[in-house]
């Protein structure tokens, strides 16, 4: 089994460009997650789905739209780059059972420049 | 307003000088508690869940215990491969999606 997997892991955008990130995970998990790891301050959640598509607001949604068309995989797209958006991106997942507790398991990581 | 404080921010050991790391939470309705080890340019790596106080979890060199308020990861004689920074983070709340929030983390540096 690869896990998760992240692509890219690495990108420069100029401002106002646009991009997606691709997650996949291979262990069939229900739930998916998108992160942002800044320096100082752990890692923040942009958006998750609890299932194939679905899609829901986390911590910092503002600047990012996502989509889970397929239970495999979630993309996480970019319409329009600021500066602040420069950052380390992780995807998760957890299979999450019902009133269980939430394992959730990180690909490796995009590191994006927004220059 | 959950709260996950972890200290020291970093910690730099002599190979074998064992000492522990804490994780302090507020939070309604713990659910579990989680350890994960992080290597720079990776991403967050599961080590252990805690459910209630008073639980304690081992793995190798590791020892994770949890009380009401905090838990501690305890790193006993450690080596040089245990450097990386540790994060925790709690899962709370009850019914529907419970919100899990990460600490910023323990940097651990193990001298030789």
């Known amino acids: 089994n690869a896990g998760v997997t992240q692509t890219p892991k690495f990108r420069v955008l100029k401002t106002g460009q646009s991009m997606t990130l691709l997650c996949a995970q291979d262990?069939?998990?229900?739930?998916m997650y998108w992160y942002r790891q800044d320096p100082g301050m752990g890692l923040r959640l942009i958006h998750y789905?609890?299932?194939?598509?679905?899609?829901a607001k986390g911590e910092v949604p503002d600047g990012y739209n996502v989509s889970r068309l397929k239970k495999q995989n979630f993309l996480l797209g970019l319409e329009s780059a600021a500066p602040s958006q420069t950052s380390v991106y992780f995807c998760a997942s957890s299979s999450r059972p019902l009133e269980s507790t939430d394992t959730q398991y990180f690909g490796p990581g995009t590191r994006l420049t927004v220059l | 307003e959950d709260q996950v404080t972890q200290s020291p921010e970093a910690l730099r050991l002599q190979e074998g000088e064992s000492s522990s790391l804490n994780c302090s939470y507020t939070v309604s309705g713990l659910r579990g508690l989680f350890w994960y080890r992080q290597d720079p340019g990776k991403g967050p790596e599961f080590l252990f869940t805690?459910?209630?106080a008073g639980e304690e979890k081992e793995k190798e060199r590791l020892k994770a215990t949890l009380t009401k308020k905090e838990s501690f990861l305890h790193i006993t004689a450690p080596k040089p491969e245990d450097s990386a920074t540790y994060l925790c983070?709690?899962?709370?709340?009850?019914?529907?999606?419970?919100?899990?929030?990460f600490g910023t983390g323990t940097k651990l540096q193990v001298i030789p």
């Open positions: 805690l459910y209630s």
């Open positions: 262990m069939n998990h229900e739930y």
């Open positions: 983070a709690v899962q709370a709340g009850s019914g529907g999606y419970q919100k899990v929030t």
């Open positions: 789905s609890v299932g194939e598509g679905t899609t």
